[in-house]
């Protein structure tokens, strides 16, 4: 099996990485041999392009002629992408916007920490990308972690089930975001929107599609083709999505203990 090409956090060397994420002086340089610039200004500048033409576009020598740095200076910084990458979505995690839902009842906590995962992917869509089985344990995802969790007090789960629920809710609202992202991209390389090319798409499909035969795809496809304008709408699909999850997890949370 060819393995699909993802890229992934914790690719690079663990613990040169970890210092990095922590700014392990015995790593980072106090003052960089290029004036002015800081390990700091190094992942915002590539972080911006990341969100300006994504992650493919992230090269050592792109990120340098954005700091006006020769791209040899920057390997005093980081040694690659992969630590690169990882610092990256450390500072992302480190930036989000996170409310305080302490009190609410906990489909509403649940659903603020899936709504504040979702505008991180809107403001960074190259994150949702990235495959994150091995985290980047630095302290902004340590802090979005603590965070999270915080969702789940005094409902009773055992450690591991609080675990398992946040992972269950964080892989549902990272596959919605790629749809999303994939929807965009769909709309943005083909000069269509989706409304254009079913108006392209429909009339050959109405002559080789025979209903008698797929009554249940003409007839539901229809149906949510009209309701939703498309064949797909990642709005829709995040709420209904959602309540489907949150609903799952009841079977957890509101079970005896």
Same mark, same amino acid.
């Given at each position: 099996m060819i393995p699909v090409p993802i890229e992934r956090s914790s690719a690079g060397d663990p613990a040169r990485t970890l210092a990095l994420l922590w700014r392990d002086p015995s790593v980072v340089p106090r003052r960089g041999p290029s004036r002015g610039l800081s390990l700091d200004a190094v992942v915002d500048a590539a972080t911006e392009l990341a969100d300006e033409e994504g992650l493919a576009a992230v @090269?050592?020598?792109?990120?340098?002629?954005? /700091? =006006?740095?020769?791209?040899?200076?920057?390997?005093t910084y980081v040694r690659g992408k992969a630590e690169l990458l990882d610092l990256?979505?450390?500072?992302?995690y480190a930036r989000m916007?996170?409310?305080? @839902?302490?009190?609410?009842? !906990? +489909?509403r906590r649940l659903t603020a920490v899936a709504e504040e995962n979702?505008?991180?992917?809107?403001?960074? *869509? !190259? $994150?949702? =990308?990235?495959? @994150?089985?091995?985290?980047?344990?630095?302290? =902004?995802? /340590?802090?979005?972690?603590?965070?999270?969790l915080a969702a789940f007090d005094g409902l009773g789960l055992t450690d591991v089930d609080r675990d398992d629920c946040l992972t269950y809710l964080l892989a549902f609202v990272q596959a919605n975001a790629r749809a999303r992202i994939e929807a965009r991209a769909a709309a943005s390389e083909s000069a269509?929107?989706?409304?254009? !090319? !079913?108006? $392209? #798409? =429909? *009339? &050959? &499909?109405s002559r080789v599609l025979?209903?008698? @035969?797929?009554?249940?795809?003409?007839? /539901?496809?229809? $149906?949510?083709?009209? #309701?939703?304008g498309s064949a797909h709408d990642p709005d829709?699909?995040?709420?209904?999505?959602?309540?489907?999850?949150?609903?799952?997890?009841?079977?957890?949370?509101? +079970? *005896?203990?």
């Open positions: @090269t050592m020598r792109r990120v340098a002629e954005a /700091v =006006g740095a020769a791209p040899m200076t920057l390997y990256m979505l450390d500072a992302t916007r996170r409310a305080d @839902t302490a009190g609410e009842p !906990w +489909r979702r505008a991180l992917y809107d403001a960074h *869509p !190259w $994150a949702a =990308g990235v495959s @994150t089985l091995r985290p980047p344990l630095g302290p =902004g995802l /340590v802090a979005k972690y603590e965070h999270e269509m929107n989706d409304e254009q !090319w !079913w108006a $392209a #798409a =429909g *009339p &050959l &499909l025979d209903p008698q @035969t797929y009554p249940l795809a003409t007839r /539901v496809g229809s $149906a949510a083709g009209a #309701a939703h829709h699909a995040f709420a209904f999505g959602l309540a489907r999850v949150l609903d799952g997890l009841a079977a957890v949370i509101d +079970r *005896p203990s």
